[in-house]
Each structure stands twice: as C-alpha cells, then as structure tokens.
C-alpha cells in the first residue's frame, strides 16, 4: 500500500481512510493499523443505524473489546462503536470523524460528503482518499462512490474525486478455516452482493444507484454453481 500512495499521489500518507458502516471488525482494525502506521492523517467513519447494526453489536459482545465497553451498545449506532474501537486501538479522537446518521451506502457517501465540508474540506484540499468496506461490498461502495461524486453538482463542488481515491478492502480469512455454518453463510453474502452488482439490480437498467459494472465470464459462472450448492443446502 505505501507504494501505490506513493506512486498515485506523490505522497507518504493520504488525507483521509473512508470506512463505510459494516458488521466487519477487521475493518475498523485495519484502519486503525493504517493510521498507527502513518498512511492516513484521518478517518471518516460514514454509518447510523442499518441492517449492519445489530449484528455489529452482536460482534462487539463476542469481541475483546466487551469487557471494557464504555456505555450501553444496545443504544449506539455504528459510528458510536467504531469510534471506541478505533480509540480503543490508538486513534486520536481528533483525526475521526463522523457520520451518525446514514442508513445505506448511498448515504454514507452523501452525508459523508458534508462532514468533510463541515471540518473544512473542499476540492481545494482533498487530494487523497482510502475507501475501506467489508470486502463483500467493497465494490459496490466504491462504484456507488464514483457514481455519486460524479454528478454535476459534486464534480463543480469538489472536482473530480474518482481520481483520487484507493480501493483497499481488508484482507478476508481463507474460507478453508471456517466451520461449514460460516461458510455457507459468506457464500450467501457474497452472492448477494455479487447479484447488486448487476444492471438489472442496483445498476443502470434498475435501481440506477451504480453505473454499469462489468461483472467477469468466470464470476458468473461460479455464480450459477453457488446458487446450485445453496439452494440443495
């Protein structure tokens, strides 16, 4: 990674690492690692209340970070935990900042967008960005991304950001450590969102919240033999 920020943006750290709200602890860690290790002055948490939250919370109580929890995780959102967490793994509280009300992908990066300007960015000063989800999403964040910040309005307000931005999903666990039950259930998640990704879906022929992705031959291939080994599950 250091190399690409230097190559990209002639540059030892980006300005800011994007994490999108999800249930993925190893997200959080990741940019907690990358920050400790000097690659981004700041992080901008983007998540409320969504389908992530609760099995967030269910997370955080299998966690190491429970027995400590300060204040009542049944009553935080998204932004709320991460924030601790990323305190919690050395993060100063002032180089975070957040986003406590967005409730889907689209969101995060519209109101995240106006937290920035709120701490004073602007396409002036934002030259570097880190998008960061839970690998399974990750492409559908940052095509939603490019999709948002490429409308007229943003590209007069900020300049052109789809050029100025790294995809960095953490790395997954191999499934081969994982018990059948976990297995199965990243299978469907994966699927899931492979199936968004599709123009008929999410993307221009029907919900119109991405552009056209060009899914490859052998991913829709596996595709059709996923959907077969789950549905005899």
């Known amino acids: ?5 230097s190559d990209k943006f002639k540059a030892d750290a980006v300005d800011i690492l994007w994490l999108f709200g999800c249930e993925w ?29 609760d099995p967030l919370r269910d997370v955080v109580k299998r ?5 400590d929890w300060e204040g009542r ?36 990066i519209r109101y995240g967008l106006r937290v920035l300007k709120k701490y004073g960015y602007s396409k ?9 989800q839970h690998p399974f999403l ?16 943003r590209l007069e307000e900020w300049g052109d950001l789809r050029g100025c931005f790294i995809s960095y999903p953490p790395s997954f666990s191999a499934i081969e450590t994982m018990s059948n039950e976990e297995a199965l259930e990243n299978l469907r998640y994966a699927l899931e969102e492979l199936w968004k990704l599709k123009p008929a879906a999410y993307g221009p022929e029907g919900e119109g919240f991405i552009g056209e992705v060009v899914i490859p031959a052998e991913a829709l291939k596996a595709e059709v033999i996923s959907v077969s080994y789950t549905h005899l599950r």
């Open 1 to 5: 990674l250091e190399d690409v920020i």
């Open 25 to 53: 602890l190893p997200a959080v860690e990741k940019a907690s690692q990358l920050y400790n290790n000097g690659l981004v002055k700041k992080i901008l948490f983007t998540g409320g209340e969504g389908r992530s939250t």
């Open 63 to 67: 966690s190491r970070y429970f027995s």
């Open 73 to 108: 995780l049944s009553q935080q959102n998204e932004a709320e935990i991460f924030e601790q967490i990323l305190l919690k793994n050395g993060v100063a509280k002032e180089d975070i900042m957040l986003d406590e009300k967005s409730t889907n992908t689209e969101l995060n």
């Open 124 to 132: 002036n000063n934002l030259d570097s960005i880190i998008i960061m």
């Open 138 to 153: 990750q492409r559908r964040a940052v095509e939603t991304f490019k999709k948002i910040t490429g409308e007229k309005g």
